[in-house]
Nanobody
Framework: EVQLVESGGGLVQAGNSLRLSCVAS????????MGWFRQAPGKEREGVAC????????YYSDSTKGRFTISSDKVKNTVYLQMDNLRPEDTAVYYC??????????????????WGQGTLVTVSS
């Protein structure tokens, strides 16, 4: 069974950092582009970051570029999202997903195939 499980969310004050983790099981993401998207209450889904399996390039949305960093550990089959200088507007449920990285997509992530249950990030002002 293909499964993605996110962790690492929580409540933080603005300006602080969090690192989200996503463990994949049932498939090896060496051959898959992996990324993160988020959804805030009452808002549309928003791509956050994507990591290309082809060349290791990373893609970010305009709102996260320079503050968020996506990385992976292929031995652990885990994708990470390091989030620094968090803002209240970053509050959302964050999901990791397999898909396709391309600059044409929102936050560089499109054609979502599998995603997890999400982890809640709340940033207080």
């Amino acid at each position: 069974e293909v499964q993605l499980v996110e962790s690492g969310g929580g409540l933080v004050q603005a300006g602080n950092s969090l690192r989200l983790s996503c463990v994949a099981s049932g498939f090896t993401f060496d051959f898959y582009d992996m990324g993160w998207f988020r959804q805030a209450p009452g808002k549309e889904r928003e791509g956050v970051a994507c990591l290309s399996s082809r060349d290791g390039d990373s893609y970010y949305s305009d709102s996260t570029k320079g503050r968020f960093t996506i990385s992976s550990d292929k031995v652990k089959n885990t994708v990470y999202l390091q989030m620094d200088n968090l803002r209240p507007e970053d509050t959302a449920v964050y999901y990791c997903a397999s898909g396709v990285c391309d600059n044409d997509y929102d936050g560089g992530l499109g054609h979502l195939e599998v995603w997890g249950q999400g982890t809640l990030v709340t940033v207080s002002s």
